[in-house]
């Protein structure tokens, strides 16, 4: 069985310490090894950390934190060899790192697989950051290379700011699924995880992203999951949806793709959110 890794990656301060802390602290008994480049390169909060070593960090819940410094390939290797093994890795990259070229590496290793490209955009920065003649093509080819694009520090910008930003990421990052992350509060699941959202499941086209919304829908109560799915399902803007809803009988997967719908068990340490993908209301219709 391979063990996954989900690429993080995203310029110089737009948020991956942040989500990365965020994650550990849902992983709720999932085993997540985070690998960084130097220790001090990713601040973990102290209150997770419960011993550390010279190249790695144990942390809450059976977690780690291992610095790979210039020989990723022999990190993995070892993380790989731990007994018992992570059941997932998070790799985060540096700011200035290309993540579609490390996941390219990753595919050449044997009992390896890569489980997704997550890029971090700072909304109040991300449009001047493309336009700038010395940085912009890094980030460029940062987003292209993206299954999920989260736009950071929302809270921080006006509303003209967050619709300039959607736009510059949209015309860079192609199929990539967009979501606001607030304080990196993200269904750990979506960013394990990420599916890219300008292709259906069925691998028929529809439109590009610039035409596609993206949330995250999480119930402030119980729902029957299966009213909740048919509701999403009747919903002629709704693209596609998929996540976990807390009913009665506890966690419940919904999963909607146009008008087809269906609910089964959540998995074990699923989190409750859904990602919902929709048109945009002026291209509705």
């Given at each position: ?110 009992g390896i697989e890569t489980a997704g490209i997550v890029v971090l955009a700072d909304l109040a920065q991300i449009a001047k ?157």
């Amino acid at each position: 069985m391979s063990l996954p890794v989900t690429v993080l990656s995203g310029y110089l301060g737009a948020g991956k310490t942040t989500l990365v802390n965020q994650m550990l602290r849902m992983a709720d008994g999932l085993r997540l090894a985070v690998m960084v480049n130097e220790f001090g390169d990713l601040p973990i909060d102290a209150d997770l950390i419960e011993a550390e070593g010279e190249d790695m960090i144990a942390l809450a819940g059976g977690c780690v934190c291992c610095s790979y410094g210039d020989d990723l390939i022999a990190a993995l290797g070892q993380m790989a060899a731990m007994a018992p093994p992570p059941d997932h890795i998070i790799l985060e990259a540096s700011g200035v790192a290309l993540p579609g070229a490390i996941a390219a590496s990753l595919d050449l290793m044997a009992g390896i697989e890569t489980a997704g490209i997550v890029v971090l955009a700072d909304l109040a920065q991300i449009a001047k950051q493309l336009a700038n003649d010395y940085i912009g093509d890094t980030i460029e080819r940062q987003l292209r290379a993206a299954d999920l694009v989260l736009l950071t520090k929302g809270d921080l910008t006006d509303a003209a700011q967050v619709q300039a930003a959607r736009v510059a990421v949209a015309l860079h990052a192609g199929g990539a699924m967009v979501i606001e992350a607030r304080h990196g509060r993200v269904p750990l699941d979506v960013v394990l995880h990420p599916v890219r959202s300008g292709v259906l499941e069925t691998g028929e086209p529809h439109g590009n992203a610039t035409g596609l919304v993206s949330e995250v829908v999480i119930p402030d109560s119980d729902v029957l999951a299966e009213t909740f799915a048919a509701e999403l399902a009747a919903r002629k803007e709704v693209i596609r949806a998929k996540g976990h809803v807390q009913t009665a009988l506890g966690l419940k997967t919904v999963q909607v793709v146009g008008d087809l719908w269906q609910v089964t068990d959540a998995p074990p340490k699923a989190i409750p959110g859904v990602v919902v993908i929709r048109l945009r209301e002026n291209v509705e219709g």
